[in-house]
C-alpha cells in the first residue's frame, strides 16, 4: 500500500509524495487474528524484507473469504503459508532487485480490471492507468505478456484489478508457484489523480506480482525517510546491470510524486529485460 505524505508550509497543505501504504483501513486490520512471532520476524527479516512495522490484516480474497495475511513494507502480502516456502539464499549488493520466486515463463498473464456497479469496480482514471501499464509492459517484448480485460466476471484470470475505498495508492504480493500474485487493490484516492498516476500505481504493484522489489529498500529515500527495509542479504537478489546508489525515478520506489508518468526508466527496463 501507499501512505499520503503531506508538507505543511504556514497555512499551504502542499501532497508531495504517495507510499505503497494505507493506514487507515481499519478494516484490514486485525492485529490480535495472527501472533506475529520471534521467527516470523526472523523469516521477514532473512528474506531481506523489513521486520519493524510487520502488521496482521485481513485481506479479503477473489472469492469473498478472507485470510490472516502479514502486511510487510506497506504495499506486500504474504501469508504464513506463502512465507513458509521462499527459499533462503542469494544477496543483495544493488538498488534492483527481486525476491527468489519469478513467474515461469514464457507466460500470458490474464488480467482483469474489475467492471459493474459496486465500489470494487474500478474508476475511469484507474482504467486508463492499468491499460497504460499494461502497454508498457507488453511494449518491452519480454518473455512475459498480458491481456487486459475489463469485465464483472474473473473467471480465468491470473491477477484481477480491484478498487477499494481509501487513500491514494496499492497493494499486491510476490508470485508462488511460477504465478503471479493474484490480485492487486488499487484505493480510491487514486480517483481523482491523472492517468500517468494512475499508471504508475499500477504498474509498480504489478511489479511486485511478478517479483520486484522496490529499489529504495536500503533508505526508502523517495518517502523522506532514512530507515531500510532489512539487510540481512539473503533472498533478494542482485539484477546485473542495475545501479547502486538511490534511483529517483525507479517505478519500484517506495513512494512515488503526484507528477508521475507511469514510464520506465532505462534501469527499470534493464531489470525487467533481464528477469524476462
Known sequence: ??????????????????????EDDTNSLNQEATQISPEILGKISSLSLNN???????????????????LIEGDILITKAQLDKMDLHGGITTEQYRTNNLVSAPRTIRVV????TGTSALSTNMRAGLQAAINRYN?????????????????????????????????AGFPTGGLPYNSITLYSGLDTYSTGVNAHVSAHEIGHCIGLRHTDWFSRQSC??????????VGAVLI????SGYDATSYMRACFSGSETGAF?????TALNYLY
Open 240 to 243: 546485473p546491470g542495475t545501479p
Open 52 to 70: 519493524k512495522d510487520v502488521k496482521v490484516v485481513k485481506n479479503t480474497k477473489l472469492d469473498g473469504t478472507t485470510e490472516d495475511a502479514f
Open 1 to 22: 500500500m501507499r501512505k499520503l505524505k503531506t508538507i505543511f508550509a504556514v497555512s499551504l497543505i502542499v501532497v508531495t509524495l504517495f507510499s505503497c501504504n494505507k
Open 139 to 171: 511494449s518491452l517484448g519480454l518473455s512475459i505478456t498480458f491481456t487486459l480485460t475489463f469485465s464483472s466476471s474473473t473467471t480465468g484470470a491470473n491477477i484481477v484489478v480491484r478498487r477499494q475505498t481509501g487513500s491514494a495508492g496499492g497493494v
Open 224 to 233: 523522506g525517510s532514512n530507515q531500510s527495509e532489512g539487510t540481512a542479504g
Open 113 to 116: 480490471g474489475l467492471t459493474g
Open 265 to 269: 526508466n532505462s534501469n527499470d527496463i
